[in-house]
């Protein structure tokens, strides 16, 4: 009697419960951006209020998107290539450090790169092109370390026997990318080109607080513009400024959403061909190999490719720990009520990073056993899916903050109770799906035919949650909850409309930094706590990856990322 | 068949009566702080003067017969605008009294979203308020009246009274040598300047980048180039509109901007350009970035002779004593100074309007007024000024009481205000970056104003 192919883990009343739980997220979702669609009807007609340039902004913000999003991930892979031979204990105790821009946020980093001791003479007038390649940098700053962590990551525990196939058949360096490296990054970098899109399309921190951005200097996003439009739509009319807010984040939404899934399924197919003519035939007929550097490294090219890669990992690391040297400028002890913010902050932060994380580590577990073939790839057909839970992230953050804004005119007469819980909601819905989508991701490693056996074995549920995805991604899952307590942390667009209800860090930082309440020294001291929780936690994650090379997991291809 | 007696399920009286009495101490507790008074909550810019009204506030709960706790909001100036016009446009009243600025007069009066004057007056059954007379009247018209049934009337009452001042480095001013190069030069002993001559002559003399030192540190980010533009423009005769206060315009107010005065100021203001701070290899200054904080922090090198700078941002300057023997305020070149401030506006949904507005007249006392001005508040009142410990704590407490008696209209504050400003910050930032023609660039922004005015009172009488 032939094996099922699948069989249905799930009976009738566990099937609504998993797709109640993408369908809540969305309904979640489209609830908290409401206010856009009522707004929806009203026609901007004649009235142009300054309304010129919007979509100038947009093609810049997209142009810039695509930029950050082609140097990041693209450059992130090949470094990581590159650094691919580097397996000393030193780095992988250390590796988590690359994720420190990542965790900082956007305003701790503009912070960081505003108080530089020197300015570049060449933004001094502001060139466009020069001052835009100077934002791209820092950009690049914050999320290329990100990108090079998690592929080494992939790098590192790519399965022996495929390395073995390899060297037995001598397969070049660009084979190598072509056929083995590339294929086994493919999903992670589906997954870093969406997430880095969305981030630098939404970015808003460097620009606003290291150059004071402004249409006279060139040097405007969208949420800028948006900004820019409500206050001076404000004095005429404040419910008008911010129904122009809500109309043009709804003009944006098609436009963004066209733009994230170009990103995330054009990049990895762009990936695709770029790692295929590193491995083809022409390539290497029109780059003659120099004596045997094609070949699989000789020992003295081994020796000379392992100083490269440690000098490479020591430089990135110094170049990610670099610009925090700046807070010696401003550095003082935090007070007491910096502390006292700061743990409220946590505790605040805390319990919705546990939440998320829990909910998206069950939904993913649920999502790749109901569908345990579609979903052991992230390719055009289910990005296309899994872009739908991406609704809020296509909102420029200025709609966002009108959006918190409009549902806080509701929830303030049932107290602060009500309030609080809203914020939470609104913290969910927000990083829930970056962090479902990266859960969904690594679950992509599980075997079909490992479901398959478990399947034909009537193994319970509860076992195959636990052997096939808890304890073998124990390391994503904490990685996993580590970005989601930063996300939540370095929120600020719908955090800083309930801050005299939520108690946040990042918003505390952003009045320091900017406005005629700046005052640098405090928000040094705001940095400096928010910095050792990270680098504690990259730290101790860090040295979890190290004992999972102790442990000879590498070897055996578990243990995955 | 026997039941076993449920052992170990009988009902937990102990724990549940231990945790009641604690939720009784605990509201007792709760109680005797105060927990049933009312609250008034207050949303403010996060700026001195606010954290000033904050510590005052402290006390005045503090009082036996205040029966009031107040809780004051502090955000940046775009989140507090935000906040505070979704509260009033929706009705929400979760805050009773809201600290902004003349800006926000237009549409928080059309929209009947505030308290009027007198509408307080009758509130407490009074004629009059004690800090009436005493109140700079330019400043109150300024940043407090507007018109209600088509005439002018006080809406909302000053909570400060800024300016913008001539801060100047008494160490280069001091320096025996300077002076006399600068009489040998010039012909007239080095003071701060009281013409526009003199200031473009002094700026000129400081700046030696070999000796490293500069005229001038302008500000040049958005809003702040306007506003710092703004002293000079109506300084030197010219303007934007021709009206006497910011809020008064009309569709019909004529403008100003292609008027000789204002290209002549506006050119004047461009050639500033090469007496300004030059950013280097460790130097982070940079005039496209610079607002009203960087300009302060840069001024603490003390390697520049002069700048216009805020009178709420001076406070932040002086708070260490040594840096008033340091640096020296005087008016802005000219015979005008610049008004603005901000007004406390009491919600008209607010819960607890009396409360909010005895808050109020207690703060406009004469003993707050002087503790807060210590603290960094620019006060409206008069007599603040005459204290003496104001005068000897507040380095720039006469500079700023001079500009106030002859300040006049500088800065808009209409519902055109926020549409004029950009245009023309815009506008400043180009001619910085790109050069030009400035009467041309000014004909451009003229034609470009008119067009956004007639469409925002076409808005307004729809």
């Not at chain 1, 390395?163 to 070049?172: G, I, L, V």
């Not at chain 1, 020796?303 to 700046?326: E, F």
């Not at chain 2, 034609?447 to 729809?462: F, G, M, V």
Request: glycine share 8%; charged share 20%; hydrophobic share 50%.
């Amino acid at each position: 009697m032939p094996v099922p192919y699948q069989r249905r883990w799930f009976a009738l009343s566990q099937w609504a419960v998993i797709c109640a739980i993408p369908i809540a997220i969305l309904s979640l979702q489209l609830l908290y951006v409401a206010p856009i669609a009522r707004v929806g009807n009203i026609i901007l007609g004649e009235s142009q209020l300054l309304a010129g340039g919007a979509w100038g902004v947009f093609l810049r913000s997209s142009a810039f998107a695509v930029a950050a999003t082609i140097i990041e991930v693209f450059g992130g892979f090949f470094t990581a290539v590159l650094l691919r031979q580097l397996v000393s204990r030193w780095f992988a105790k250390n590796v988590g450090l690359l994720l420190l821009p990542v965790l900082l946020g956007p305003v701790i980093v503009s912070f960081l790169f505003l108080r530089l001791p020197w300015r570049p003479s060449w933004l001094s007038d502001r060139p466009v092109l020069a001052t835009w390649a100077t934002v791209l940098a820092i950009e690049v700053w914050q999320y290329l370390p990100l990108c090079v962590c998690l592929f080494w990551l992939r790098l590192r525990f790519l399965p022996r026997e495929k390395h073995e196939f390899a060297r037995a058949h001598r397969w070049s360096t660009g084979e190598l990318i072509g056929h083995l490296y590339w294929p086994h990054c493919r999903n992670l970098g589906s997954l870093l080109f969406l997430f880095v899109f969305i981030a630098a399309f939404g970015e808003f921190s460097k620009t606003e607080i290291i150059l004071r951005s402004s249409a006279g200097t060139d040097t405007q996003f969208i949420s800028h513009w948006l900004q820019r439009l409500y206050n001076v739509r404000a004095p005429i009319d404040p419910v008008f400024a911010k129904d122009s807010v809500l109309v043009y984040c709804g003009l944006f939404f098609v436009p963004t959403v066209i733009c994230a899934a170009v990103a995330a399924i054009g990049f990895p197919w762009l990936g695709d061909k770029l790692t295929g003519l590193c491995a083809s035939q022409k390539l290497r007929m029109l780059v003659p190999p120099v004596a045997g550097w094609w070949r699989w490294p000789k020992r003295s090219y081994a020796g000379i490719s392992q100083v490269c890669s440690v000098l490479c990992g020591l430089g990135m690391i110094v170049l990610v720990l670099a610009p925090l040297l700046v807070l010696v400028r401003d550095i003082s002890l935090p007070s007491a009520r910096v502390l006292v913010l700061f743990v409220c902050s946590f505790l605040f932060a805390l319990p919705v990073a546990v939440l998320v994380t829990v909910a998206a580590v069950a939904s993913g577990i649920a999502a790749r056993l109901a569908f345990p073939d579609r979903l052991r790839r992230l390719g055009r057909d289910n990005m296309l899916g899994l872009l739908a839970l991406f609704v809020l992230r296509a909102v420029p953050a200025m709609g966002l903050a009108m959006c918190a804004l409009a549902w806080f005119s509701v929830v303030s007469a049932l107290g602060a109770g009500a309030i609080v819980a809203f914020w939470g909601m609104s913290q969910l819905v927000l990083v829930f799906p970056l962090i479902v989508v990266f859960v969904i991701c690594i679950h992509c490693d599980v075997p079909l035919g490992e479901l398959e056996f478990q399947s034909a074995c009537r193994a319970r549920l509860t076992e195959v949650a636990l052997h096939s995805f808890l304890k073998r991604f124990a390391l994503g899952y904490g990685l996993a909850f580590v970005f989601c307590f930063a996300f939540v942390w370095s929120e600020d667009a719908s955090t800083r409309m309930l801050s005299h209800y939520i108690s946040s860090a990042t918003v505390e930082l952003q009045m320091k930094v900017i406005g005629k309440g700046a005052e640098y020294g405090e928000a040094a001291a705001l940095v400096l706590p928010s910095l050792a929780l990270a680098i504690y936690a990259t730290l101790v994650w860090s040295r979890w990856v190290s004992k999972s090379f102790d442990l000879g997991e590498v070897r055996n291809g578990e243990g995955h990322i | 068949m026997t039941t076993e007696p449920s052992a170990g399920r009988t009902f937990p009286a102990k724990p549940v009566m231990v945790l009641a009495a604690a939720a009784v101490v605990v509201l007792a507790i709760y109680l005797g702080l105060g927990g049933c008074k009312p609250r008034i909550t207050v949303l403010g810019e996060d700026i001195p003067s606010t954290h000033a009204i904050e510590q005052l506030a402290k006390q005045y709960e503090a009082q036996p017969d205040a029966n009031v706790r107040i809780r004051v909001v502090k955000d940046a100036y775009e989140t507090m605008v935000q906040k505070a016009n979704t509260d009033l446009s929706a009705g929400t009243g979760v805050y009773d009294i809201i600290l902004s600025y003349n800006t926000a007069l237009s549409s928080y009066t059309r929209n009947r979203y505030v308290f009027t004057f007198d509408e307080t007056k009758e509130l407490m059954g009074r004629d009059a308020f004690p800090f009436e007379g005493d109140l700079f009247e330019p400043t109150w018209k300024e940043v407090g009246w507007y018109w209600i049934d088509s005439k002018q009337k006080p809406v909302a009452i000053p909570f400060s009274a800024n300016t913008m001042l001539l801060c100047y480095n008494k160490e280069l001013f001091g320096d025996k040598a300077k002076q006399d190069a600068y009489q040998a030069e010039y012909g007239r002993p080095l003071q701060p300047p009281t013409d526009w001559d003199e200031f473009l002559d002094i700026a000129e003399f400081f700046t030696n980048p070999e000796e490293g030192t500069f005229g001038l540190c302008l500000q040049g980010s958005s809003y702040f180039i306007y506003y710092e533009w703004a002293n000079f423009a109506f300084g030197q005769g010219g303007g934007v509109m021709k009206k006497n206060w910011g809020w008064q315009s009309d569709e019909n107010t004529p403008l100003l901007l292609t008027t000789q005065p204002t290209i002549d100021a506006t050119e004047f203001y461009i050639s500033l350009e090469k007496y300004n701070v030059k950013g280097g290899a460790s130097d982070d200054y940079d005039y496209l970035s610079t607002d009203a904080i960087r300009q302060r922090e840069r001024m603490t090198k003390r390697d520049v002779a002069m700048c216009i700078m805020w009178s709420d941002v001076a406070f932040g300057l002086v708070e260490n004593i040594n840096s008033s023997d340091i640096f020296g305020f005087a008016v802005i070149p000219g015979d005008k100074s610049m008004l603005a401030g901000g007004s406390y506006y009491i919600n008209r949904k607010s819960k607890h309007p009396v409360k909010s507005i005895e808050f109020i007249i207690s703060q406009l006392s004469l003993e707050n007024q002087v503790t807060a001005m210590k603290r960094g508040l620019c006060s409206p009142l008069r007599s603040a000024y005459e204290d003496p410990g104001v005068l000897e704590e507040v380095p720039y407490a006469a500079a700023l009481k001079e500009s106030l008696d002859r300040g006049v209209y500088m800065l808009e504050a209409g519902p055109d205000s926020d549409a004029i400003i950009v245009i023309l910050s815009d506008m400043l930032q180009r001619m910085w970056r790109e050069g030009g023609d400035v009467a041309g660039a000014l004909e451009e922004v003229e034609r470009d104003i008119e067009a956004k005015r007639r469409e925002i009172y076409r808005q307004i009488s729809q």
